[in-house]
């Protein structure tokens, strides 16, 4: 971030697609949904400047790039994602407990050492913006290097980031256990080293109520009332043989999230993955607490975990976002996800719009993380974290793409069909931090 080299004043013509609000469950409406066919959107200083018609180009002193017939939308928000799991992503045959023992736990011991969690922390924050995600909530492992680690690749490339420690002081295997007071120390620190450095935002990370001990949920708790503005991230009620679990650990509490609640650890900024075995109090009580789920049905279709009910999360005015968990989920596309999370809503009798999906992993990512005034919209003033698209790559989606009869049809096909090879360019902060090489659309050709 040195002043050396000034960050020139940017300008990108394209169809520019975000929204102005939660367009909903249900029937597709153009309500929130702000669409600029061929608009120029103009960068200054990293941020948005303003938005004006193809027809009226900037002036001279602009750097003006013409992706004309290209998709533009705010840069995707993953709200959970483990970034030491890229190694077990596609691991056969498990559901949750067994897949942590067998595959998850041997590949984050790995991180304890520190040469290892950088390189990995690399090529996990590339993956991240090779497929157009530019914020993410993430769980490293339980190692302080490994959020070192995290935090650094993202603080190189400008990323909005926020993870934490994972506390784990029981149910885990040795080299994975840490304990009350040593995390806590721990938290501290990494509290005082990163916290509101640049774009980087800490997360008090308790794995799951199973891998804690009442003492350090408490702890965890404890340091979230100490420090105003730091996150809390974890996972809750995503298999039944998890929520059975919980309820012999903790028989004093009402349900799995009331062992969150009862330690202090939902606020508004408390991101919860899963979620699918909640009751109607659970979903008050995450609608009065301003706590979000982040739903990961990519993950929850591979482990065989259950279908999320998003329209129960509506009725309770409860905090849904996007995530694509992997390695449980077996794609860092938020594409990908969107197109899962369509599926398992089908699948209960309930239709997912392009739109909704789409104002979930930005917009409505942004909002639930209190983070809207900063990232998930092209309003002028935002920090110009951008990912451009080729609507269809291939023959058969560009078939289906000049069929499309309005923008619903057309994204829809887009969501449906599309990945991280129609990404053509990830800017974070106005500067390009993915591109990708060569003609793609060849690739994907036969
Ligand atoms: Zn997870």
């Not at 620190?189 to 001990?213: C, E, K, M, N, Q």
């Amino acid at each position: 971030m040195s002043g050396a080299h000034p960050i020139p004043r940017r300008a990108l013509r394209a169809d520019l697609l975000d929204f102005t609000g939660d367009p909903g469950l249900g029937a597709p409406g153009l309500g929130m949904v702000r669409h600029r066919p061929d608009h120029w959107l103009l960068i200054e200083h990293g941020r948005i400047a303003a938005v004006q018609p193809g027809a009226r180009p900037p002036g001279p002193d602009w750097l003006c790039e013409d992706h004309r017939g290209q998709l533009l939308t705010p840069g995707l928000i993953d709200t959970h994602v483990h970034s030491v799991q890229l190694d077990v992503i596609a691991s056969y045959g498990s559901e949750l407990l067994d897949w942590l023992e067998r595959y998850t736990f041997p590949a984050e011991a790995r991180h304890a050492d520190a040469a290892h969690a950088r390189e990995q922390a690399e090529t996990f924050a590339d993956a991240l913006l090779a497929h157009g995600t530019t914020s993410a909530v993430v769980f490293p492992s339980v190692h302080a290097t490994s959020v070192d680690a995290l935090f650094g690749a993202a603080q190189r490339r400008g990323m909005r980031l926020i993870t934490g420690k994972v506390l784990m002081d029981r149910h885990a295997p040795e080299g994975l256990r840490d304990d009350v007071s040593q995390a806590q120390a721990q938290c501290q620190a990494l509290i005082a080293r990163w916290h509101g450095t640049d774009r980087l935002a800490y997360a008090v990370t308790p794995r799951f109520a199973a891998t804690s001990t009442p003492e350090q949920l408490a702890m965890a708790g404890a340091l979230l009332q100490l420090h105003a503005g730091v996150y809390m991230q974890t996972h809750v009620a995503e298999s039944r043989a998890e929520v059975a679990w919980i309820a012999r650990l903790f028989p004093e509490a009402r349900s799995y999230l009331d062992v969150y609640h009862r330690a202090g650890l939902l606020n508004e900024r408390a991101v919860l993955a899963h979620g699918i075995w909640l009751d109607d109090a659970d979903r008050k009580l995450l609608a009065d607490t301003g706590a979000q789920v982040a739903h990961s049905p990519s993950s929850n279709l591979f482990l065989g975990s259950g279908l999320f009910d998003w329209q129960a999360m509506v009725d309770a005015r409860a905090e849904v976002s996007l995530a694509s968990d992997v390695g449980g989920g077996t794609s860092l596309s938020m594409l990908r996800t969107m197109a899962d999370a369509y599926r398992v809503q089908a699948l209960r009798g309930v239709r997912l719009s392009a739109f909704k999906a789409l104002h979930s992993a930005t917009l409505g990512a942004a909002r639930a993380l209190k983070l809207e005034h900063e990232i998930g919209s092209l309003e002028p003033g935002r920090i110009a974290d951008v990912t451009l698209w080729d609507w269809a790559a291939g023959s058969v989606a560009r078939s289906r793409d000049a069929l499309a009869r309005d923008l619903h049809e057309r994204l829809f096909a887009w969501m449906m069909l599309a990945d991280e090879r129609n990404l053509v360019t990830t800017l974070v902060a106005g500067r390009t931090q993915y591109k990708r090489r060569g003609n793609d659309a060849g690739a994907l050709e036969s």
